[in-house]
């Protein structure tokens, strides 16, 4: 679908009574110069999605350009976790964390992006200040009066969502929604080729027991997000890293193929209780780390949480007796813990040595950098009990 024929679809029911007002409610068309400075924008745009197959610099930088060129000030992409079916927020500039929380976690009944998402339509609030529920609420609370929400599509399947939001209203004008139209294509092919990309790389790394990626696969994303988060400002990337509680004796006492049904099981709890962009690698024979960028230790300690819940419905019945399983976590966070990639494995290494030697079944989250010899010691942060 043409960027052209997915601005003529904006859904009309907002417009109807501004229909005899066009021209002073949309502004005058685009003058020459400043068409000119955006075809030159969207030139910029293409070669960007074309040059890089890393999804987050690629969407990142998109999205700054996009942004300077239509003089947006809010504006970000959500991409769909084709596994889960939910949108998950991967760029976004300009609006509280609040609100792109909201934006996030938004669904069908809510209206707006949900509803632009799955209808495959483009729509336009040109006021949110009539609009009723939490659209309206939230948007209102941002001081944002226009909100416009694209789908990105490739084909007829949906692939995410590009959304702008304005101070103003009825700052977008159907070029506007033309262009958004443009870069949203543009963009569902730069995603799907680095995908692609990603998928043919991956499968290359996984391990062959668990279908998790390889501790070497995670050593290099560790490091390349990390660099990530550095340079965008972000500064936020955590890391888990998780023991099975007692497997050797397993392996020794039931035999090593109940170990490894166990641990097939648990990379299972994992993968659900994660985020579609998270990474989960088996980082030794009884050790699984997770790469959880863009979020903080309080964000990474209620994912440990959720796996530890999981855990503990897990009760295999070995030899006609059921089984506890209990594993042990250990968390560290870039910048709390430590200040750079090296020194953040080692702080999330510590964290998890404590929480085993406390006797297991434990989460310790690592001390922070400021408070303590955290790089000597790991012996006075906060326990959890799981």
Not at 108 to 115: I, L, N, P, T, V
Not at 319 to 343: C, K, N
């Amino acid at each position: 679908m043409s960027g052209e024929e997915q601005a003529d679809r904006i859904n009309p029911t907002r417009e109807k009574e501004t229909d005899n007002k066009d021209a002073s409610a949309r502004g005058a068309e685009i003058a020459p110069l400043e068409h000119a400075k955006r075809v030159e924008a969207l030139f910029d745009i293409s070669l960007t999605l074309t040059q890089s197959s890393d999804l987050p610099e690629l969407l990142e930088s998109a999205l700054v350009k996009m942004m300077h060129a239509m003089e947006i000030k809010v504006a970000g992409i959500l991409l769909l976790d084709q596994k889960t079916k939910e949108l998950t927020l991967r760029v976004h500039r300009g609006a509280s964390t609040e609100f792109a929380s909201w934006v996030e976690s938004m669904r069908e009944a809510d209206g707006f992006s949900w509803h632009a998402a799955l209808s495959g339509k483009p729509l336009l609030v040109r006021d949110v200040t009539l609009e009723a529920g939490l659209v309206g609420i939230i948007a209102n609370n941002e001081g944002f009066r226009s909100l416009a929400a694209i789908p990105i599509m490739a084909k007829t399947e949906v692939m995410g969502l590009l959304y702008a939001a304005s101070h103003e209203t009825r700052e977008f004008l159907e070029q506007d929604m033309r262009l958004f139209g443009i870069i949203a294509n543009q963009m569902a092919m730069a995603v799907e080729n680095a995908q692609l990309a990603a998928g043919i790389k991956e499968n290359a790394h996984v391990d062959n027991l668990t279908g998790l990626y390889s501790r070497q696969y995670l050593i290099a994303e560790i490091d390349r997000k990390f660099a990530h988060a550095t340079r965008s400002g972000q500064k936020a990337l955590s890391l888990i890293k998780i023991d099975v509680d007692g497997l050797k004796a397993i392996n020794d006492g039931l035999g090593r193929q109940v170990g490894d049904a166990i641990l097939k099981e648990l990379a299972k709890i994992i993968r659900l209780q994660i985020r579609g962009y998270d990474i989960a690698a088996r980082w030794g024979g009884d050790e699984f780390m997770l790469l959880i960028p863009e979020a903080s230790s309080e964000d990474a300690l209620k994912i440990g949480r959720r796996i530890s819940s999981g855990v503990k419905k897990y009760r295999p019945v070995i030899d006609g007796m059921e089984r506890i399983v209990s594993i042990s976590m250990g968390i560290a966070s870039y910048p709390i813990h430590a200040s750079d990639a090296a020194d953040i494995v080692k702080a999330v290494d510590r964290a998890l040595g404590v929480a085993k030697r406390a006797g297991g079944n434990k989460l310790f989250s690592a001390t922070p950098l400021a408070s303590s010899e955290d790089r000597a010691s790991a012996s006075t942060g906060p326990f959890r009990t799981l």
